[in-house]
Nanobody, 119 residues
Framework: QVQLVESGGGLVQPGGSLRLSCAAS????????MAWYRQAPGKERELVAA???????NYGDTVKGRFTISRDNAKNTVYLQTNSLKPEGTAVYYC?????????????WGQGTQVTVSS
């Protein structure tokens, strides 16, 4: 069973930055596709950023140029550097690990970390 633990959330002023971390229970970050999602109150969960096991990255349109996803396989940790945060970035941020194997998809979620952008 894969366990993911997010950290690094908090209260930040508009224009500020936070670095979110997602620590995995095993050596999965090199073989799973990893992603960050967020869910604001009353809204659907949306993709923020993703990095494949091969290192390809993609970002949601609303965060391109401001957020960066990275991975440290030696530490089994995925990071999300969030810069120039906006109030609409207030949400719970979730880490996801996903892998397809033998026709099945294995997907795991962390418990989330709250990010509040407010002055």
């Amino acid at each position: 069973q894969v366990q993911l633990v997010e950290s690094g959330g908090g209260l930040v002023q508009p224009g500020g930055s936070l670095r979110l971390s997602c620590a995995a229970s095993g050596s999965i970050t090199s073989i799973y596709d990893m992603a960050w999602y967020r869910q604001a109150p009353g809204k659907e969960r949306e993709l923020v950023a993703a990095i494949t096991s091969g290192g390809d990255r993609n970002y949601g349109d609303t965060v391109k140029g401001r957020f960066t996803i990275s991975r440290d396989n030696a530490k089994n940790t995925v990071y999300l550097q969030t810069n120039s945060l906006k109030p609409e970035g207030t949400a719970v941020y979730y880490c996801n690990a996903q892998r397809r194997l033998l026709g099945s998809t294995f997907s795991y979620w962390g418990q989330g970390t709250q990010v509040t952008v407010s002055s």
